[in-house]
C-alpha cells in the first residue's frame, strides 16, 4: 500500500484527535483501563493538543494519507529529553547527539502490515536527520511485542527503561535507539 506522508497541517487537527482515541488503547497493556485510557488521550491527544504541536517549532507531526484519509501519524520531538532515566538509556547506549524523540507512532488498525508504517517511519528518520539529529530514540511498552518487533526491523536497539504511567499504572518501558544517516550500522 502506497501512502502519502506531509507534515500535518491545521486542517488535520480534528482528524489526527479522532485517530489518536482509536490507536492509543490499542497500544496500551490490557491492564490500562478505557477511563485511564480516554483520560489520556483528552490530556495528551486531544485536538487542542495536536494544535499545540503543530505551532511549536520543536515538535514536528507527520501523517500518512491516502485518497484524503488519515491513516496514521507520528510526532517527533526535536529537543533534549529531561527525564533522567532516558537521559541515561541515550548515553550508555548507542545515541548519538543530538537525538530526536519518536514520540508518538501510531496507525490506523485496518492499515496493519500494509507496509504504511515503513513509509512513515523512514520518513521520520528522515525528518529528524534533516532537522540536525544524528539518531532517534523512542519508549515502548515492554509488552507490546509487535511494537517492539517493527521497531528493531526499523533499526531500532534496546538502550534502557523509563517509566511511563497511564492513569493510576506506573510501566517500565523500554528505551530503544536507531542511529540515523551514514552513522547508521
Not at 38 to 67: C, E, I, P, W
Not at 128 to 140: I, M, Q, T
Amino acid at each position: 500500500m502506497q501512502a502519502s506522508i506531509s507534515p500535518a497541517v491545521p486542517e488535520d487537527v480534528p482528524e489526527l484527535a479522532e485517530l489518536a482515541a482509536v490507536t492509543f488503547p490499542l497500544a496500551c497493556p490490557p491492564e490500562v483501563t478505557p477511563e485511564d485510557s480516554a483520560a489520556f488521550v483528552a490530556a495528551n491527544l486531544s485536538a487542542a493538543r495536536f494544535s499545540g504541536y503543530l505551532s511549536d517549532d520543536t515538535r514536528q507531526v507527520l501523517v500518512a494519507r491516502q485518497d484524503g484519509r488519515l491513516l496514521g501519524y507520528c510526532l517527533l520531538v526535536l529537543e533534549p529529553p529531561a527525564d533522567p532515566d532516558v537521559l541515561e538509556a541515550l548515553e550508555t547506549g548507542r545515541a548519538l547527539q543530538p537525538s530526536a524523540e519518536l514520540s508518538k507512532f501510531y496507525l490506523h488498525p485496518e492499515v496493519h502490515g500494509r507496509g504504511v508504517a515503513g513509509e512513515l517511519m523512514e520518513a521520520a528518520a528522515g525528518e529528524a536527520e534533516s532537522a540536525g539529529s544524528r539518531s532517534l530514540w523512542l519508549g515502548v511498552n515492554n509488552v507490546n511485542v509487535r511494537a517492539q518487533s517493527f521497531y528493531r526491523k526499523s533499526g531500532f536497539q534496546t538502550s534502557g527503561r523509563r517509566s511511563f504511567r497511564v492513569g493510576a499504572q506506573s510501566f517500565r518501558d523500554l528505551i530503544m535507539v536507531r542511529q540515523l544517516g551514514s552513522v547508521r550500522q
